[in-house]
């Protein structure tokens, strides 16, 4: 079977569609995939070779680990490379030209509407950069052989962007990893955020409706289950996680791996995705909310673009508004108090993702683009 080199520089090597939705894919279908990806070791797992590379202790060292991967792809001698990075389309294309071989790019991200939004980089640097990304992205998919886009909507956008072929893959969750499980007649109030959170993501109205809802029903319990980005957020808001338990029972957990995700949400009574206005968030489907679906919780969601759509479509919980942490509070407290209306509406989205939502569905469009590729 044809030989695939898979390279990110900016994910870590078991990121859930790099490695646990495509890698896996592909090796299950008996590609022989190579994983280049920032890591201290190199091992096998599920089928796929990780190759690890030396993780850049800064952003300053982000070129040398190009030059790594770039030295690494061109000795896998590949018959099919597929990039997961905007900032590695300039090695896409030096590996198109230098191999002859079919070169995948995989855009995760409104990478545009995004990187305009970013904290770290200087606000007057922000719009200029994301022009610049956007520029690099229409000329190299014009010279790629292939785009993956997250959605529909976004793969229009790569066609009338010219570029030569593009196959929307959708980030849906594996059905697999959500076995129907048991629940309690009457679960513990706990709520649950899973994945990064940053200002744009709500991490301030987490902070502010965790405080409303600890007032209106007290033992409930937020649970954040991913990193915490500062970056912008209002001074006001402690960073201290003893703090947040204590006035807002909200629980800072950390990081877990993909395929524990699963078990952190079989612990609670509801999912809640408190995503701010911004282009990307507009347009995106996040997987945290098909994870919240498909493990049976019910969901608060604020009113912002596809994902409120999503959860009204199916019936599988309340919109609120995005910016109102009293709403936010109220919504959560009446579900995590009512068991019945909280199963029903979890039960409406685990059938929704079963019969719309599945990556099981999503992966044969993959399979797909690379029979034709690897020919």
Same mark, same amino acid.
Request: aromatic share 6%; glycine share 6%.
């Given at each position: ?5 898979i ?56 070129? @040398?680990?190009? =030059?790594? %991967? +770039?030295?690494? *792809? &061109?000795?896998? $001698?590949?018959?099919? !490379?597929?990039? #997961?990075?905007?900032? @590695?389309l300039? =090695?896409? %294309? +030096?590996?198109? *030209? &230098?191999?002859? $071989?079919?070169?995948v !790019?995989?855009? #995760? ?14 606000r007057?640097?922000?719009?200029p ?11 190299a998919v ?5 785009v ?7 793969a229009?956008g790569f066609r ?9 893959v ?20 706990i ?31 937020v ?11 209002d001074p ?6 003893e ?9 800072l ?6 395929e ?8 609670a ?36 673009g ?20 009293e709403?936010h ?24 993702v079963?019969?719309?939502?599945t ?13 034709e590729?690897?020919?």
């Amino acid at each position: 079977m044809p030989a695939v080199a898979i390279l990110t520089s900016v994910h870590g090597p078991f990121d859930p569609r790099v490695f646990h939705k495509q890698a896996r894919a592909l090796a299950a279908a008996g590609y022989r995939v190579t994983l280049l990806a920032p890591h201290e070791r190199d091992e096998r797992r599920a089928g796929v070779r990780v190759r690890g590379l030396p993780p850049p202790r800064s952003r300053a060292g982000r070129p @040398l680990l190009w =030059l790594r %991967l +770039l030295g690494r *792809a &061109l000795r896998l $001698r590949a018959d099919v !490379y597929h990039l #997961h990075d905007p900032e @590695l389309l300039p =090695l896409g %294309l +030096l590996l198109a *030209a &230098l191999t002859g $071989r079919p070169v995948v !790019y995989d855009a #995760h991200e409104y990478y545009r509407d995004e990187i305009a939004t970013r904290r770290w980089l200087p606000r007057l640097l922000r719009r200029p950069a994301a022009e610049a990304v956007h520029a690099l992205e229409t000329l190299a998919v014009r010279r790629l052989a292939a785009v993956v886009a997250v959605n529909e909507h976004m793969a229009a956008g790569f066609r009338a962007r010219g570029a030569r072929r593009v196959v929307a893959v959708h980030n849906y969750p594996p059905l697999a990893l959500f076995p129907r499980r048991p629940r309690a007649e009457r679960p513990a109030p706990i709520a649950v955020y899973t994945g990064l959170l940053t200002r744009e993501r709500g991490l301030e109205i987490v902070w502010r409706a965790g405080r409303r809802l600890r007032a209106l029903l007290p033992g409930a319990e937020v649970r954040v289950v991913g990193r915490v980005d500062w970056a912008g957020v209002d001074p006001a808001v402690p960073r201290a996680p003893e703090r947040w338990q204590e006035e807002a029972a909200t629980h800072l957990c950390g990081t877990v791996p993909a395929e524990a995700v699963a078990d952190v949400l079989a612990g609670a009574a509801v999912g809640w995705l408190p995503f701010q206005p911004t282009p990307n968030n507009a347009r995106a489907i996040p997987l945290k909310l098909l994870e919240y679906m498909a493990a049976g919780l019910p969901v608060v969601a604020s009113d912002v673009g596809v994902s409120a759509a999503i959860v009204r479509r199916e019936g599988c919980g309340l919109v609120v508004p995005p910016d109102d942490p009293e709403a936010h509070a109220r919504a959560l407290a009446r579900l995590l108090s009512d068991a019945d209306a909280a199963r029903t509406l979890g039960g409406r989205g685990r059938r929704a993702v079963a019969a719309r939502y599945t990556w099981e569905a999503e992966a044969k469009r993959l399979l797909e683009l690379y029979a034709e590729l690897a020919r």
